[in-house]
């Protein structure tokens, strides 16, 4: 049972180069949650999308920011022109469907700004 | 003032000791209830999911839900070095779509 896998594991980037994370959620689910967890903070909620639809963006920065989940291939959550606030570890997570609030997160991608 | 507080330890226990790990909300509209662990560098795991008030156990942990306390409460038995790790409580609205609202986590430490 594959669970929620997301990539690279570890980001580099340098200040204004892009950022672009996947996630793929676990089989069967078709809701995908991101979340970014800042040092010594708690996770905060960014983003959830189903397949080609945005639900929620009402926690992601306005500007540099975006995501997607295409009919096909994993979701992906972008972020152009990196600066070194952005790093932190962006955890991805997913549901089966809206009537579940059970949500299976991935072992995150932990970007880095130099 | 935060919407979740969770106080964020560390909590230290010798092995085998009950561990009482805690949060409390100021959102109302709160209906569903969750708890994760997760280790150092790793994702959320989730642990245990409760709707509304009351107990859910599950092996050695309990979740306990006090909707009028805005409490809930997280109990594990017989305490392990393995459980050494930070718990995270979450919670959604019933109505309001699908994003957990996290507390900071507590950072739990279990010795032999």
């Known amino acids: 049972n594959a669970g929620v896998m997301q990539n690279p594991r570890h980001l580099v980037r340098r200040r204004g180069q892009e950022a672009r994370l996947r996630c793929s959620p676990m089989?069967?689910?078709?809701?995908v949650y991101w979340y970014r967890q800042l040092p010594e903070e708690g996770l905060k909620f960014m983003v959830y999308?189903?397949?080609?639809?945005?639900?929620?963006e009402s926690g992601m920065p306005k500007e540099r920011f975006s995501a997607e989940f295409p009919k096909e291939g994993p979701s992906i959550l972008r972020i152009q022109q990196v600066v070194r606030g952005d790093s932190a570890a962006y955890f991805c997570a997913s549901s089966r469907d809206r009537g579940y609030n059970e949500q299976f997160f991935g072992p995150g991608t932990r970007l880095t700004v130099l | 003032q935060k919407e979740v507080e969770q106080d964020p330890g560390p909590l230290s226990v010798p092995e085998g000791a009950i561990v009482s790990l805690n949060c409390t909300y100021s959102n109302s509209a709160f209906q569903y209830f969750m708890w994760y662990r997760q280790y150092s560098r790793k994702g959320p795991e989730l642990l245990m999911y409760t709707y509304s008030s009351g107990n859910k156990e599950d092996g050695r942990f309990t979740a306990q839900v006090d909707k009028s306390s805005k409490y809930i409460s997280l109990f594990i038995r017989d305490s392990q070095p393995s459980d050494s790790a930070t718990y995270l409580c979450?919670?959604?609205?019933?109505?309001?779509?699908?994003?957990?609202?996290f507390g900071g986590g507590t950072r739990l430490m279990v010795k032999p």
């Open positions: 999308l189903q397949k080609e639809n945005i639900i929620d």
């Open positions: 089989k069967g689910h078709s809701h």
């Open positions: 979450a919670m959604s609205p019933y109505n309001a779509g699908n994003m957990l609202t």
